[in-house]
């Protein structure tokens, strides 16, 4: 039972402002930070308020005017580069997530069970793990500094296989016994039935996967060798050379800031469905 009180109510929401201080502010300092020039950045005290060179710093980032030290490629081609491998990994994982899972409740063959561990064991090679070889399979087959490469080694996925094959676990039997008196086919009733009933797990495999396609560094850093191919997280490493005076901090905050916008829209308009896929109980 949860007690009603004015003090808890006001105590609550305290936390609540406090939270979204020591989380906003440092956002906040990052976009002041983009609104100035680079020299007024590293003056002393750093101004707290917006300055006049918003729309500057902006179109040196996006379209590569910069001047520092470090990378000044356009971040619009980084940011292209990082939204197409969240999307192909993102997309890729639920597809193959899903057949996989599907096969492995719906059909009979030898050696199902172990077919099934096998998958699952793979949470413990991750591609830190297996670095080494992939790497040498990546650059054998020439997709180096290509989306093959930055996608193909990332699309496969043990949680996903497992998070469908429990849920199709629970799709009443009643339900595949109907379907097959309709005459439905495997593909139908996998294609008609089994995911329009999984599209709020999908969602929420959607906004998880894409936030992670979105932010992978170790893996692009190691694949990628061309400005052209470059996601925007490996982009921001490389604009910052070395010393602070080298450096454009108004383009590399703009950059950051940029680089948070697409995630943090993924979330905000799929929230409605990522929280249902998360705690929907009529599974």
């Known amino acids: 039972m949860v007690e009603r009180s004015p003090y808890l109510t006001a105590f609550s929401h305290l936390i609540m402002v406090l939270g979204v201080i020591i989380v906003g502010f440092p956002l906040y300092l990052a976009f002041v930070a983009s609104t100035h020039t680079a020299q007024d950045i590293v003056q002393v005290p750093m101004p707290l308020l917006p300055g ?18 470090g990378s000044t490629a356009p971040v619009a081609r980084m940011m292209w580069v990082s939204f197409v491998t969240a999307i192909v990994i ?21 050696f199902k069970g172990i077919c099934f561990w096998l998958i699952f064991i793979t949470l413990m090679l991750p591609v830190e793990v297996r670095i080494g070889p992939t790497y040498q399979v990546v650059s054998d087959l020439g997709m180096l500094n290509s989306y093959a490469g930055l ?13 469908f094959r429990q849920f199709f676990l629970t799709v009443p039997d009643e339900l595949v016994e109907a379907a097959r008196v309709d005459g439905a086919g495997p593909m139908r009733f996998f294609k008609d039935i089994l995911v329009p009933l999984s599209r709020t797990s999908i969602a929420a495999l959607f906004v998880i996967q894409f936030i992670y396609g979105w932010n992978q560094y170790l893996w692009p850093l190691l694949v990628t060798t061309s400005e052209d191919m470059y996601p925007v997280v ?7 050379a070395g010393g602070d005076a080298g450096n454009e901090w108004n383009i590399v905050m703009a950059t950051a800031l940029l680089a948070m916008l697409p995630p ?3 979330v905000v308009l799929m929230q409605r469905w990522f929280v249902k896929g998360l705690v929907d109980t009529e599974k």
């Open 52 to 69: 006049n060179n918003f729309w500057q710093t902006y179109h040196d980032a996006l379209f590569g005017g910069g001047s520092g030290a």
């Open 90 to 110: 993102t997309v890729g994982k639920i597809a193959i997530s899903l057949l996989s899972a599907f096969a492995i409740v719906y059909f009979r063959f030898p």
């Open 151 to 163: 996608t193909v080694p990332l699309i496969a996925s043990a949680t996903a296989t497992f998070l």
């Open 234 to 240: 490996i982009g921001i490493k490389r604009m910052i």
């Open 264 to 266: 943090a829209l993924v």
